[in-house]
């Protein structure tokens, strides 16, 4: 079976995965969450990866 690449937009990121991407950086007890890279400068291929980065809350 093969799996189906797509490309994806940043705008597209946006309005499509914003919830799940939120909840899952919540779940981690990250913040402050940012794109970079291809996806962000919107040159993604299919060979793009989607590169975030987050701050991560401390917990004592």
């Given amino acids: 079976m093969k799996t ?5 937009s ?7 995965k ?3 991407i ?4 919540r779940r981690h007890g990250a913040r ?9 400068r ?3 291929t299919r060979d793009s990866d989607l590169d ?4 991560r809350t401390c917990s004592a």
């Fill in 4 to 8: 189906k690449l797509v490309v994806i």
């Fill in 10 to 16: 940043l705008a597209e990121l946006r309005e499509e």
């Fill in 18 to 20: 914003r919830a799940a």
């Fill in 22 to 25: 939120l909840d899952l950086v």
């Fill in 32 to 40: 402050n969450l940012r794109v970079y890279g291809s996806v962000a």
């Fill in 42 to 44: 919107g040159e993604a």
């Fill in 52 to 55: 975030l980065l987050v701050s």
